[in-house]
């Protein structure tokens, strides 16, 4: 897997998404600025991604770091969906409270609705059965346990 595996969250770019798992706990600072920094890489190469997929166990960007990622996008920030797999009541209020301050088109989903979600992200790019199989081998490989991956 060439995902990164870090303390407080897991992420990959898989084709054309962009997949981040975080646990019941908030990314750390330091974690978070490592994975803003591969996404403003991938912008500056001026290959994004095409959506962004995220899944929490409760665990969810403060305040500053939610702007970090919204200007890490740039100008792709405005296009960018943003499906977010949770059923946790917290991460629902994040994902409400980045659609204030993100042009993107963001929407959250229960876990029961991966594959719902991973349409509206309209990446085409990897297969659902990809995204799938990174996302359980984030499970085993990282220890974050997002229940009811179906």
Not at 31 to 40: E, F, M, P, Q
Not at 48 to 54: Q, V
Not at 62 to 90: E, H
Not at 95 to 107: D, F, G, R, V
């Amino acid at each position: 897997m060439s995902g990164r595996v870090l303390s407080t969250l897991f992420f990959e770019r898989v084709g054309d998404l962009q997949l981040i798992i975080s646990g019941k706990d908030s990314p750390s600072a330091s974690d978070w600025l490592t994975y803003v920094a591969s996404v403003r890489s991938a912008v500056d190469a001026d290959n994004p991604a095409k959506g962004l997929l995220a899944f929490s166990d409760g665990g969810g960007p403060n305040s500053v770091q939610r702007k970090q990622i919204v200007d890490a996008f740039g100008r792709y920030s405005a296009t960018l969906p943003v499906a977010i797999c949770t059923s946790s009541v917290i991460a629902r209020g994040i994902t409400t409270a980045i659609s204030w301050i993100s042009p993107a088109p963001l929407k959250s989903f229960e876990y029961d609705d991966v594959r719902e979600a991973y349409a509206w992200t309209k990446a085409g790019n990897p297969s659902f059965g990809e995204v799938l199989a990174c996302v359980r081998k984030a499970q085993q490989v990282c220890g974050f346990r997002v229940s009811k991956i179906t």
